[in-house]
């Protein structure tokens, strides 16, 4: 099955932190009254400052370390390795050589004291489920929790046959469908850069008589572009983006109707739809 999600802009934009400083029916006249390119502008720039704030700490755990030496000398080696590896700009696959159980502690540590929460891979209360995915710490309304990592199928590629024998079926539901018609494959994460947050996807739906408590909300990683006085553009710092957690199946063209430049990368987020505080996240699959 193909999890597909859409939403009103003015629904999406009240949950976010730019609208926190506003009462609900203020904020709800304000953006209403807002064009679309508008709200997209202020949602994807909300968005984007955090995603870029997430990026940021878990450069910084990965540029330091050799600080695993003092947290676990046992993984002196793989600490030094790690401090080499980032100062050539070589960015490992799911830390598996870079000090191991250490490392993430040390990411989850990092990620605490940046977003005052992180997240966790642990069996779901729902009976059967299996894992879920879990907030650790206090997450407020607004809070990106989750990123969709895998390859990312265009609309262009996904009409052909051959693409679609790769997509379909899709018995976990692992596929999460855009509203442009831009596909997700959590399935295939192979030669995507590892991020802590790319599991959304491990998400489960709410049980009966509960309601979810994030919504899937489409993201578009954009290029670095410059600033004058007179525009200021929503961007992403070149060095950061082997935090990127996807990659094309197949690039994009002009001729399939890729037509915007500043778009490095379309993907898709979970944000919280209220305050979540050391607890199972759900999302709706319908």
């Given at each position: ?175 999460i469908m855009r509203y442009d018609n831009y596909i997700i ?8 850069n590892w991020h802590p947050l790319g599991v959304a996807s ?85």
């Open positions: 099955m193909l999890c597909q999600y859409s939403a009103p802009l003015h629904h999406i934009i009240i949950i976010s932190k730019a609208g926190r400083d506003f009462n609900a029916v203020a904020t709800f006249n304000e953006v209403s009254a807002l064009s679309l390119h508008t709200l997209k502008a202020r949602l994807q720039g909300d968005i984007n400052t955090q995603i870029v704030d997430i990026a940021k700490a878990i450069d910084k755990v990965h540029r330091g370390g050799a600080q695993l030496h003092a947290i676990d000398p046992a993984h002196a080696n793989e600490a030094k390795r790690a401090a080499i590896a980032s100062a050539a700009g070589v960015y490992l696959d799911q830390w598996s050589t870079s000090g191991g159980a250490a490392m993430k502690a040390l990411l989850q540590r990092e990620l605490r004291a940046t977003l005052g929460y992180s997240v966790a891979l642990k069996p779901s209360r729902l009976k059967g489920a299996g894992l879920g995915l879990w907030v650790e710490g206090y997450a407020p309304t607004g809070s990106v929790i989750g990123l969709f990592s895998g390859l990312v199928y265009a609309p262009q590629y996904v009409r052909r046959p051959e693409y679609q024998a790769e997509l379909f079926p899709d018995d976990n539901m692992q596929l494959d959590g399935r295939k994460t192979q030669g995507c491990m998400a489960n739906h709410p049980p009966e008589g509960r309601l979810p408590n994030v919504m899937q909300v489409a993201y578009d990683y954009p290029t670095e572009v410059g600033s004058t006085a007179a525009t200021t553009r929503t961007t992403y710092p070149a060095e950061l983006r082997p935090y990127v957690p996807n990659q094309y199946r197949a690039v994009p063209t002009f001729w399939g109707g890729k037509i915007d430049s500043t778009v490095m990368m379309e993907s898709m987020v979970l944000v919280a739809t209220t305050d979540l505080q050391d607890e199972e996240v759900f999302m709706n699959y319908r």
